[in-house]
Every structure is written in C-alpha cells, then in structure tokens.
C-alpha cells in the first residue's frame, strides 16, 4: 500500500495540471481572434479547424487551408466580429453526438449577431484539449 501512494498522489497531480491548462470557449476565441488579425491562416486551420482530418485523410491539408484561408480572407472583417463577440459571448456547455473523431464530444454554444440576425455558433473541444470550429 505504501508504494501505492506516490503513484496515486503522481496521477492527482497530473489530472489537477490538466485540468487547470484547459482552455475556455472565450479564451479559445480570443485566441482565434488573435490568428484572425494577424491573417495566420496556416496556424488557425492547423490547430483550430476540427475538421482538417478529412483533407488529411485525402493528403490535401495544404490545398485545402489554401481554399478555407480564401474564404476567411474575403470575409475577414466578418470573421472578427463574430470572434471578438465570441471572445465576451456567455457559452453554453452540451454533449455533441456527432462528434468528429478529433473532438471530445462537448459543443459550446453562444448567441451571436450576424448581418442583423442573432444565431448560435459552436465551438468544438478537442482532444488536444483546444477548442476548435467547424464549417
């Protein structure tokens, strides 16, 4: 039992420094919003995009972060808006039952304001612990 006790006290400690290094939905958003206005393109479909395991599988992640980066470009004033009110939007927390297999399975979603409408927009969490978007 007492050699039990540095393993169990080890394993506590690493849940308890993972689950402190878990992001928010608004953190992660400001986060995207900081890759937005730099025009990162390559970095946010990397590391944000939860679907890129789709190109990935086809050996087209370049082609395809070419198309996504595009069309954010041309919507780039759009993009902001909806990340900055993201970045201070209230999240709710619910199970997503068609998760992506890079996903967990939890969705976050905030009311936000496009063109004059109020729509939900979701995040995704991801196994890396991130959250993430789709498209």
């Known amino acids: 039992m007492k050699k039990l006790i540095p ?8 849940l308890v420094a993972l689950t402190a290094q878990a992001e928010t939905p ?5 986060a995207i919003l900081m890759l937005l206005e730099q025009k990162d393109y390559d970095e946010l479909f ?22 996504l980066s595009g069309y954010w ?7 902001i808006g909806l990340f900055e009110q993201l970045s201070n939007g209230h ?6 039952d068609y998760a992506q297999i890079t996903e967990t399975g939890q969705k ?3 009311q936000v304001t496009i ?8 995040l ?12």
């Open 7 to 14: 393993l169990i006290t080890f394993a506590l400690v690493f």
């Open 124 to 135: 995704y969490e991801m196994k890396t612990g991130r959250w993430g978007f789709h498209m």
């Open 108 to 110: 976050a979603t905030c």
């Open 91 to 96: 999240f709710t927390i619910s199970k997503h």
């Open 46 to 67: 990397r590391t944000r995009y939860s679907e890129l395991h789709k190109a990935e599988k086809e050996g087209k992640v370049d082609e395809a972060i070419k198309t």
């Open 115 to 122: 063109g004059g409408k109020i729509i939900p927009y979701s």
């Open 73 to 79: 470009d041309k919507n780039h004033q759009t993009m």
């Open 26 to 30: 608004q953190e992660a958003s400001k």
